[in-house]
């Protein structure tokens, strides 16, 4: 065997590596045998668009099964639904208005992309969807083949109770937060709110009191000539001093926060008549805090007491 064909046998030849020259004397030691080379005459093969027979093929290989194994459909589209009809019109407004506000967009008009137009796109299978449903069904009732479901249909679900337990546990978990989420929001509304109130409270009141002050500075000059704007300072001062001491009475009769349980419970100063009136009267009176009035005498005072008798 010569070099070249121990170079041939082997894994790693490449013909592709070898020049010119090896392969001149490959071909003077007869290693290159006929067929093995082809010649390339540099002329390309014609390709042959036969339609009648690619037809005829077609047509051979062609399963001739019934339509209602086919389900093969070919329809228009469906009419525009109003609802529909009324979505297009604002996003092509929607669009129209974005092409318009973006100078670095070329000015495209809607209905002249519905290809590159997502929402027009979608509608259209929508609507295509739609006539072949309606097209469909009266057909296959034809056929007496039924397209609805009986009442006591049970279909097994594809997913486990365990899988959809997890599922509902991640439903209500995203419901909770998003009703957190809302409560949160609206206390914090709230809270903006009652600071903007509290705000335009005070920015009303210094305006009202700077008024009385420039009424009176006025009145000190001479260009007023009452002081009727003093009683309505004062009618309002005195509907606040009355709405404050109702507050009080308020307060007094139903308490206004704080410890209420045993407020009515003896102490060791009630107990001793330090406490309200009782203490108070028996000040008066010289007795000694903390003494009883009618004070028990001792066992030996109480025999001599009987001895007198």
């Known amino acids: 065997m010569s070099d070249f064909e121990m170079e041939d046998s082997g894994s790693g030849y490449d013909s592709g590596d070898n020049s010119d020259a090896e392969l001149q004397a490959a ?25 009648t027979k690619l037809l005829a093929k077609t047509e051979a290989i062609r399963l001739q099964l019934p339509w209602q194994e086919r389900l093969d459909m070919v329809n228009t589209l469906a009419p525009l639904a109003p609802e529909l009809a009324v979505q297009l019109e604002k996003h092509e407004q929607k669009r129209a208005n974005l092409f318009k506000g973006n100078h670095k967009l070329p000015y495209i008009r809607p209905e002249e992309d519905p290809v590159l137009n997502d929402f027009k796109r979608e509608m259209l299978f929508h609507r295509q969807a739609q006539s072949a449903v309606l097209e469909g069904i009266p057909r296959l009732h034809e056929l007496g083949i039924k397209t609805r479901r009986p009442d006591d249909y049970f279909a097994e679900m594809a997913k486990s109770d365990e899988h959809m337990q997890k599922v509902r546990a991640n439903l209500m978990a995203k419901q909770q937060g998003q009703a957190k989420s809302e409560r949160i929001k609206q206390i914090r509304e709230q809270r903006k709110m009652g600071k903007m109130l509290a705000k335009q409270t005070k920015v009303q009141r210094e305006a009202e009191k700077k008024e009385m002050l420039d009424k009176l500075k006025k009145f000190r000059k001479g260009k007023l000539k009452n002081l009727d704007f003093l009683e309505d300072a004062k009618a309002l001062e005195s509907k606040q001093k009355q709405s404050a001491d109702n507050r009080k009475k308020r307060n007094k009769k139903f308490g206004f926060g704080g410890k209420k349980k045993g407020m009515k419970r003896n102490t060791k100063s009630s107990s001793a008549g330090l406490d309200g009136e009782k203490g108070s009267s028996r000040r008066q009176r010289g007795v000694k805090a903390g003494a009883s009035v009618n004070k028990r005498l001792g066992k030996s005072r109480r025999i001599k007491a009987k001895g007198r008798k």
């Open 27 to 51: 071909f003077e030691r007869g290693d290159l045998k006929p067929g093995l080379n082809v010649e390339f005459n540099g002329k390309q093969r014609d390709t042959v668009n036969d339609v």
